[in-house]
């Protein structure tokens, strides 16, 4: 019990130091108000004697993007998102009412100023709306946009008199939100005040004033250089990336007044000034290049480039569609005009696919550094403006020269290929054998028959999100047997889990975290041929005891529970086309779970009568150091051969280390259909660890692929 309490204290501790390592710092929130800002009051707007009226004013109309409590974030087009660190403080729609409310009693307008509805009539009406309020980013442009509406209404027969509607600008000098905040501020009392003024207006003449103003910008106080471009000057170009995100081309983007030029990449939006441009872009000689004249850069609007050019993407495979790492040219089919090459893609070396963008047209790809004109190992591939291609080769490796012979290519989509794409890869076999046999040795016409069939389910699951990949491996095993004369007995039970979570920090190198289970169903039953008498003991109390039986059940369903978790550093030494190496080691717990479970001890004699002894099994918490290696070979086209071994070092000196070794030979016979060889060794509890329990099946397997 001591053991046990401290192995679980060491877990719970190094789990708890871990969890300190990746905690998150507390999020920091920060929430935002409106002032009147007393010291913007114009003095020239405020007046003696307040008009003999009195005016009601209406909580602000806020636009629904802009009811929420965050605060809007927007770029160039029309997609933003919400700030959830910075939030209003307050209800916007209130807030800016009692604005309007504070500047009309502080200018002394009206005689008569309310937020409240009362029984008493009033002579007008103040309705606002707010229809946005945002910080808009772009480039290095930082802006405070409000646009607001305020309308002053007679009553009874609510004619407009008063309308003002603006859409009012600023720049922010810092990447600060509480900056945006205070320039927003200071706008909508800015605004507020413009619109007080033509209501002055309207109380000294009785005209009726429509005020629809186009949308303006006023420079905050702290002015950015003159020579720096304004927000209403700047757009964006995106040239969309047709292949895979990762490596996309570049293109140049020159301007037709000033020849200035830069670079942008295919994918990614580019922030240029204002004006007319020229994109150039594509692979190859400079006369096979494309270029796009008279691109125009909107302001504040994202300017696509129609696709009129082609992708094209190349990946050379095994017959077992492990990449191969080789050197394509390619060429113009017709004119064969060189565009030079690259080499395939390569998981173990983390190279970068190559994206080529061309014209569209007939194009052939030669392997080997073979001439344009050969007329072995080479592919073409048609590119249609607008659309990528993916040109798989399929290819066998001479192990000796190293050199390839083309097997087959085309573009091989989702559903042929299991969805690579796809992060769920599942997949299962059904692994059975069957043995039959008949004697008659006890007589011509006494037969006796023997049929034992054993049966295993296999399934993989895979789940990868870069940096990140979650491995399932499940085992289910049953064997029965029937023999004339005899019910039908399961010989054999088994089922085993092996969770593994994966993070890569190279391609090469990562941590794991694994968690291992192995059980059975039924639990295990002993048969005598002979009545026989056992007894079951817990120490010295005797559980259980029995005469003359014809069975003893040693354990329940589902024990023993043997657990194993992990954590470490996994290590990817080989990885080629026909060979994988892997190695793992780091701090392991194991635990073995006997509830109800009783393990043969010896035999006693007890008045004459023998007894079979049948001791409580003791559950069992070790820590220590694990090891494991994994091996993949595949000696010929239609073999692989697939090793793992896994030792476990408890830290008690006390404890015997533990060892398993599992090696599969599948030969593929027809198809999905192949015949499988498993053996297992594992050492016992017993004084000698050179004693291993062996463990051999031959099945015949069938494939599937579930997604």
């Not at 007008?124 to 409000?146: C, D, H, K, P, W």
């Not at 090469?508 to 008498?533: C, I, K, M, N, S």
């Not at 005469?547 to 290590?571: C, I, K, N, Y």
Request: proline fraction near 5%; glycine fraction near 6%.
């Amino acid at each position: 019990m001591n053991r046990f309490v401290r192995t679980a204290a060491l877990i719970v501790v190094s789990m708890l130091a871990l969890s300190s390592c990746l905690t998150r710092p507390e999020r920091l929130v920060s929430y935002y108000t409106f002032d009147s800002l007393p010291e913007t009051e114009r003095a020239e707007l405020r007046i003696d004697t307040p008009h003999d009226a009195s005016v009601q004013i209406l909580d602000t109309r806020v636009a629904r993007a802009f009811s929420r409590p965050q605060i809007v974030l927007r770029g160039i087009g029309p997609s933003f998102v919400y700030l959830n660190d910075h939030l209003w403080g307050v209800d916007l729609s209130e807030t800016v009412a009692d604005l309007i409310e504070r500047r009309i009693r502080s200018y002394r307008i009206f005689g008569r100023t309310t937020r409240e509805f009362t029984r008493e009539r009033v002579a007008y009406e103040l309705r606002s709306a707010i229809g946005s309020i945002e910080y808009l980013v772009f480039g290095n442009q930082r802006v405070a946009t409000v646009e607001i509406d305020l309308v002053l209404v007679r009553m009874p027969d609510e004619r407009e008199v008063v309308r003002y509607r603006n859409r009012a600008e600023a720049q922010i000098p810092a990447d600060d939100v509480g900056v945006f905040v205070a320039e927003a501020n200071r706008l909508i009392v800015r605004e507020i005040d413009s619109f007080l003024e033509r209501v002055l207006g309207y109380l000294a003449t009785g005209e009726v004033v429509l005020f629809d103003a186009p949308a303006t910008r006023t420079d905050s106080a702290a002015d950015l250089p003159e020579a720096e471009t304004t927000a209403e000057g700047v757009g964006e170009l995106l040239l969309s990336g047709l292949g895979p995100a990762a490596n996309q081309p570049f293109f140049t983007v020159r301007r037709t007044d000033t020849g200035d030029e830069r670079t942008g990449r295919f994918g990614v939006s580019m922030t240029l000034e204002a004006g007319r441009y020229t994109v150039e872009y594509g692979d190859g000689p400079t006369d096979r290049r494309m270029r796009t004249d008279g691109v125009e850069i909107v302001p504040r609007r994202r300017t696509v480039l129609e696709p009129t050019w082609s992708v094209l993407t190349v990946s050379v495979v095994d017959a077992t569609r492990r990449p191969v790492r080789v050197r394509y040219d390619l060429f113009e089919s017709e004119t064969g005009v060189s565009y030079g090459g690259a080499l395939s893609p390569s998981e173990a070396l983390a190279s970068a696919q190559r994206v080529w963008v061309l014209r569209p047209g007939r194009y052939k790809v030669v392997l080997n550094s073979l001439p344009f004109a050969t007329l072995e190992d080479f592919v073409t591939v048609s590119l249609v403006a607008g659309r990528s291609e993916e040109l798989t080769i399929v290819v066998d490796v001479d192990e000796t020269s190293g050199a390839v012979v083309l097997r087959g290519a085309g573009n091989i989509d989702a559903e042929e290929s299991g969805d690579p794409t796809s992060p769920l890869s599942v997949s299962s076999a059904i692994n059975a054998s069957l043995a039959f046999s008949l004697d008659n040795a006890d007589g011509r016409g006494d037969i006796s028959t023997l049929t034992v069939v054993d049966s295993e389910i296999e399934t993989d699951l895979t789940y990868e999100i870069s940096p990140l990949r979650y491995e399932l491996r499940s085992l289910v095993a049953l064997g029965l047997s029937a023999a004339d004369g005899a019910p039908l007995r399961v010989t054999s039970d088994r089922v085993r889990l092996r969770n593994t979570l994966l993070y890569a920090i190279t391609p090469v190198y990562g941590f794991y975290t694994r968690v291992d289970a192995d059980t059975t169903f039924f639990g295990e039953r002993l048969l005598f041929e002979e009545p026989t008498g056992y007894i079951k003991r817990d120490g010295d109390r005797v559980v259980s005891q029995e005469l003359d039986a014809r069975t003893v059940r040693l354990s329940p369903p589902f024990m023993p529970l043997f657990l194993r978790e992990g954590v470490g550093l996994s290590v990817q030494a080989v990885r080629t086309p026909r060979v994988e190496l892997g190695l793992r080691g780091g701090l392991g717990a194991a635990q073995t779970i006997r509830l109800d479970t009783f393990e043969p001890a010896g035999t006693e004699t007890i008045d004459d009568d023998l007894y079979a002894v049948y001791e409580r099994g003791e559950t069992v918490n070790d820590v220590g150091l694990e090891f494991s290696a994994f091996a993949t070979v595949i000696p010929f086209a239609n073999a692989t051969v697939t090793s793992t071994a896994d030792v476990f070092v408890p830290f008690d000196v006390e404890r015997r280390w533990s060892l398993l070794l599992e090696s599969t030979v599948n030969v593929v016979l027809i198809n999905n259909v192949s015949l499988l060889y498993r053996v297992t060794l594992r050492n016992t509890a017993q004084p000698a660890p050179e004693r291993l329990v062996q463990e051999h099946g031959v099945f015949v397997r069938l494939n599937y692929l579930l997604r």
